[in-house]
């Protein structure tokens, strides 16, 4: 059983899913709904006994849902991927400098911005490998990239400063 973060109009919940991906509860409480496809990214879904038509694009951990001719917007985060974007977030500086800094040990492999480069919210700055699997650190508000301390192939720890921004 695996904990996930569901953002769905502005509302945190907290979801159970099985090793299949299928949830299992949401906010502590089992779900109560049947889910029948009825199209290709189409499913007819009875809540609580009303039936709602869902019409799903994206994903898939970022999508967007039209319900019932409603569009949301519905992001899926992991505890490793809240645990991430939260460490981004503390490391901005009063003086509008933000500093990149490595959120576990791991090896640099793609440094994907330049010394000087206008970066954008949600743009991938570089990627790290930590036990054996890649993950992208991304820019969580725009800037400029004032430096860069890392190159591909060097190890880092956790905490260390990688690069920037201004």
Do not use: W
Request: proline share 4%; net charge neutral; hydrophobic share 40%.
């Amino acid at each position: 059983m695996q904990r996930c973060f569901v953002l769905l109009g502005g509302q945190e919940y907290v979801a159970e899913v099985d090793e299949n991906g299928h949830g299992i509860s949401v906010q502590g409480m089992p779900p109560s709904l049947d889910m029948v496809r009825i199209g290709q990214n189409a499913h007819s879904v009875l809540v609580n006994r009303e039936s709602v038509t869902v019409v799903s694009t994206g994903g898939p951990n970022d999508f967007e849902l039209l319900i019932n001719g409603k569009r949301c917007r519905v992001k899926v985060l992991s505890d490793r991927d809240k645990l991430l974007t939260a460490f981004e977030k503390s490391r901005v500086c009063a003086s509008s400098r933000l500093e990149i800094h490595a959120p576990m040990p791991a090896l640099i492999v793609k440094v994907e911005v330049s010394v000087g480069d206008e970066v954008i919210p949600g743009q991938g700055l570089l990627v790290l490998e930590a036990m054996k699997m890649e993950n992208e650190i991304k820019c969580h508000r725009g800037g400029r990239v004032r430096e860069i301390y890392v190159r591909p192939r060097q190890a880092v720890e956790k905490g260390d400063l990688l690069m920037t921004l201004e």
